[in-house]
């Protein structure tokens, strides 16, 4: 499993947890807690998809640099 996937997988179970809290303790409807349950599951999903992005590039920039340093040290013992 892809690091991107296990943050995606940890803010969405962050958010069942505080959506199963809301109903429990919620002091209005269930109309208006789905409704505040599902912009909250939005709001989660679009940060994990942010965060899920982030530490993918994060990573493919690491990669990029340790092919530059291999890259360079091959160079250097060549030389």
């Not at 919620?26 to 789905?34: D, K, L, M, N, V």
């Not at 989660?44 to 990669?63: D, H, L, P, Y």
């Amino acid at each position: 499993m892809s690091t991107g996937t296990k943050v995606t997988a940890l803010v969405a179970g962050s958010a069942v947890i505080g959506a199963g809290l809301a109903l429990l303790l919620a002091p209005q409807s269930g109309a208006e807690t789905r409704k505040q349950i599902r912009n909250y599951a939005k709001r989660a999903q679009i940060q994990a998809n942010r965060v899920s992005r982030s530490v993918k590039a994060g990573f493919e920039r690491a990669v990029e640099q340790g092919k530059l340093l291999k890259e360079n040290r091959r160079s250097a013992e060549a030389a």
